[in-house]
């Protein structure tokens, strides 16, 4: 297993009440999160919706992930994931999305991100409590990597 | 029970796109598949959230087991899937 470490989500990444008119319009926001935290450069943005156009990031339990292609890492700035919950959910090729996590990595620091949040992602009470968090600061705290071995 | 331990040899691992080829195609086996790492426990290989917590990146060597009618032949076809490099196979390269 690799190391565990915070996920890099800077609470001004988080928004509890978004909604969007669709699967991309739901990317462009995650991009415009990470955009305004300063991990990415525009260019980006573009590089998200083309990876979601090869193969969708949706992962389960309503979650997507969308991020950027491999040919876009050198517009990333630093590691950073952000999150956006949609009450309402978002179509997603068939499936519903309600919590999106946006992925920016720089080099192999996507697969020990990816790997993290998954984790996160199948603990049943965390993937819930994610979803139904009131506070920003609560969905940090759930984002936190689990103990090994628990 | 039948095995086969792999390189992957995807450039970035089992991340989002080779871990979804990998999970869609151990999803269209007879046979439930399962994949760990070293001496981890075994995850179902259809689980996206299981295959990308294992963490895998390019090298890591991984171990696939299944029991049944036609394991041996999933196991085959999923190995050579894992020992191919799938990112170089996407066009746009991503």
Known sequence: MPETAPLPLDPRAVRLDATASGRDDAILQC?????EVGAVEAPYLDAMLER????????????????GTLAAKDVVRHDAICVLRFPEGVDWDGERVTVCVGIAARGDGHVRLLSELARILMDPGRARALREAAEVAEVVRLLQPIEEDQ | MPERTVTVASRAGLHARPAKLFVQAAAAQEVPVRI???????????????????????GTQVTLDAEGPGAEAALDSLAGLLARDLDAEEISGG
């Open chain 1, 31 to 35: 991009g415009r999160a990470l955009l």
């Open chain 1, 52 to 67: 979601e156009r090869t193969i969708s990031t949706y992962v389960g339990e309503g979650v997507a992930i969308p991020h």
């Open chain 2, 36 to 58: 760990r790492v070293g001496d981890g426990r075994p995850v179902p290989a259809t689980s996206m959230l299981a295959v990308l917590a294992l963490g895998v990146v390019r």
